[in-house]
């Protein structure tokens, strides 16, 4: 029963001994990575202008306020000759009814006012020397909320090509950090656009700015010159490195 007893103890230490290295090489494995993230900026002229038209109609008649609707619809399309739209440039949204009521002082729903009918449209123009014609146009066509936006043809090439670039500046970056140490990158292990769990901006003195209420970190590869007007493109990526 004692050599049984022993025999057991020992097996149980093999195993714990077993299990300890298991843990640490693990860990030593798990050790050996960098995390860096590679940023890139860059910047290019617009030369689409996005027009966003909304045409609301209230009336106690529903075939009324539809009515004014359709009529305000019939003069945005007929910019479309005016202006040398394409008819690929020019997308009309759907109709939408609604019934609207009075309130009381306690937000409560009370008496019905009127029908609401509202259409949107969108406007694409590739000539932005014919801005400020679009402007007028349009707003005396009708009584309409009109809004636009710039935007850029080549907008998804760009981004590809900023995402090159900020996998490279990744890439120097761990290459730097590791040999400064004496390590080496051998492999990639995992590349996202994607922060990681547990992942948020750190507090930087110097090369940071706030958009929107969120720090945007300085950029690895920024755009050469200023752009006044210029659509910005920023990515960034999130890479970890196996260390030899």
């Given at each position: 029963m004692k050599m049984n007893?022993?025999?057991?103890?020992?097996?149980?230490?093999?195993?714990?001994?077993?299990?300890?290295?298991?843990?640490?090489?693990?860990?030593?494995?798990?050790?050996?990575?960098?995390?860096?993230?590679?940023?890139?900026?860059?910047?290019?002229?617009?030369?689409?202008?996005?027009?966003?038209?909304?045409?609301?109609?209230?009336?106690?008649?529903?075939?009324t306020a539809k009515a004014r609707s359709d009529d305000k619809m019939k003069k945005i399309l007929a910019l479309q000759k005016t202006l040398g739209i394409k008819a690929q440039d020019i997308q009309t949204g759907h109709l939408n009814v609604q019934k609207v009521y009075a309130k009381d002082r306690y937000g409560n729903r009370t008496v019905f006012k009127h029908f609401m009918v509202t259409r949107s449209v969108t406007i694409k123009q590739r000539k932005l020397h014919q801005f400020d014609d679009f402007l007028t146009q349009l707003l005396s066509a009708a009584e309409l909320d009109v809004r636009f936006e710039f935007a850029s043809s080549?907008?998804?090439?760009?981004?590809?090509?900023?995402?090159?670039?900020?996998?490279?500046?990744?890439?120097?970056?761990?290459?730097?950090?590791?040999?400064?140490?004496?390590?080496?990158?051998?492999?990639?292990?995992?590349?996202?656009?994607?922060?990681?769990?547990?992942?948020?901006?750190r507090n930087e003195a110097y090369g940071s700015a706030f958009v929107d209420g969120t720090q945007q970190r300085q950029a690895d590869v920024a755009a050469e010159t200023f752009a006044p007007g210029a659509i910005e493109v920023r990515i960034r990526v999130y890479v970890v490195f196996e260390l030899e």
């Open positions: 007893r022993w025999v057991g103890i020992s097996i149980k230490l093999v195993c714990v001994l077993l299990l300890n290295t298991t843990l640490v090489s693990a860990s030593d494995e798990l050790a050996r990575t960098v995390s860096v993230t590679g940023t890139a900026v860059m910047k290019t002229i617009p030369d689409v202008v996005v027009w966003s038209i909304r045409a609301e109609d209230v009336d106690q008649d529903l075939m080549c907008l998804h090439e760009l981004h590809a090509e900023t995402r090159l670039q900020a996998i490279a500046a990744a890439k120097a970056k761990a290459e730097a950090m590791s040999s400064a140490l004496g390590a080496k990158c051998v492999r990639v292990l995992t590349i996202s656009e994607t922060p990681p769990p547990g992942a948020y901006p």
